[in-house]
Structure formats: structure tokens, C-alpha cells
């Protein structure tokens, strides 16, 4: 299975999506192709000893290892899920900054940043979902985080930072008269 997914590129994917060096980073020596290679083959080794249990009459123990056998699928789709996710997500903060910068706009690499990082907020809730972690208290937990930080922003930029948040649009946005002042200042030279 290993070889099979080295053949369609797959570990250039997980490469490029971050996944190779976030495991690195967490001192696994393997990349995320060879586990799914490892999936695969206690996969096969799962479905032989469920035959053979199946086959002794031994029902407590095969329906043990049908459940796990039909969680595996689960994993390979999270695993796919991850690697595609982290890969567009790193496309669009890679797309954020640029667009940010070519419009000049001096926080271009910190926008960029969230709008990766936020992509990978739901990749992830994605991904958790597929293998059934959590469930409902994942996705309110997440929702009761958002909202806290949605909030807490209004609140900053409503209350106690109103000019240094009218100094970050005025910088991101220079009004049309800050920008006729500039070119009338331009001419007097």
C-alpha cells in the first residue's frame, strides 16, 4: 500500500501540506504515507483474524474486531481529509498574503497566517468528526470558543481601542483625504 501511494504522489501531498513536518516536529521518525501503509496492513491482519475468530464461533470477539475493522475506513478518510485540508489551507494563507501585500497592506504575512490557521480550525473539527471523537461537545466547544472571541474583539475595538483601531484602518485604509493631503504636500515641494 506504501509503494501504491509513493506511485500517485501522495507522500509529495503530505509533504507540502505540512503533515510530514508536523510529524517530525512530534519526533516520529515515519511520514504520514508510511501510516497509512501501517493502517493498511493491520487492516489486512485485523480482517483475517476476524475470518478466523468468526469461523472458531467465537462471537464476543468478532464483533469486537468487526467494530474496530469498520473504524479503520474512518481513519483513512480523517488522514485524507487532513492531508487535503492542511494543503489548501496553506494555499489560501499562501493566496491572503499575497493578495495583502500586493495591496500594500503591512500585516499581509499576519493575515495570511489566520486565514491558514483558521481553514485548519475546521479541517480539523472535519477530520475529528469523520473518526467520531467528541461528537456534539467538540463542535459546541468550539462554537462557545468562537463566540468568546468574536465577542472579546468587538468588544476591544468597541470600548477600549477606538483610536488605535481607527489608526490600523486609517494604516491598512488611507482615506481618499489623508491621500489628497500627501499629493497636495507633494506639489507644494
Known amino acids: 500500500m506504501t509503494k501504491g501511494l509513493r506511485a500517485i504522489n501522495f507522500n509529495i501531498l503530505t509533504e507540502r501540506s505540512g503533515m ?40 464476543y470477539i468478532t464483533d469486537l474486531l468487526s467494530r474496530i ?37 503591512q500585516d499581509a504575512a499576519f493575515l495570511g497566517k489566520v486565514a491558514q490557521y483558521a ?9 475529528l468528526d469523520q473518526i467520531q471523537v467528541g461528537g456534539d461537545i467538540v463542535r459546541q466547544s468550539f462554537l462557545v470558543i ?17 483610536n488605535w483601531a481607527a489608526e490600523r484602518i486609517e494604516q491598512w485604509w488611507p482615506s481618499d483625504k489623508k491621500v489628497a493631503d500627501e499629493a497636495d504636500q507633494s506639489a507644494e515641494r
Do not use: E, H
Not at 485540508?85 to 497592506?105: E, P
Not at 468562537?146 to 477606538?162: D, E, P, Q, T, Y
Open 20 to 59: 510530514d513536518g508536523f510529524l517530525k516536529q512530534g519526533g516520529v521518525q515515519s511520514d504520514t504515507t508510511d501510516i497509512v501503509g501501517i493502517l493498511c496492513y493491520w487492516l489486512v491482519i485485523l480482517a483475517a483474524l476476524l475470518i478466523a475468530f468468526n469461523g472458531l464461533g467465537l462471537t
Open 69 to 105: 475493522v469498520w473504524f479503520v475506513p474512518n481513519v483513512f478518510v480523517a488522514i485524507l481529509v487532513l492531508a487535503f485540508g492542511s494543503y489548501f489551507a496553506r494555499f489560501i494563507g499562501d493566496a491572503v498574503a499575497t493578495y495583502c501585500r500586493n495591496v500594500q497592506m
Open 119 to 127: 481553514i485548519m480550525v475546521f479541517v480539523t473539527l472535519i477530520a
Open 146 to 162: 468562537l463566540a468568546g472571541i468574536v465577542f472579546s474583539l468587538a468588544l476591544a475595538f468597541g470600548l477600549g481601542g477606538k
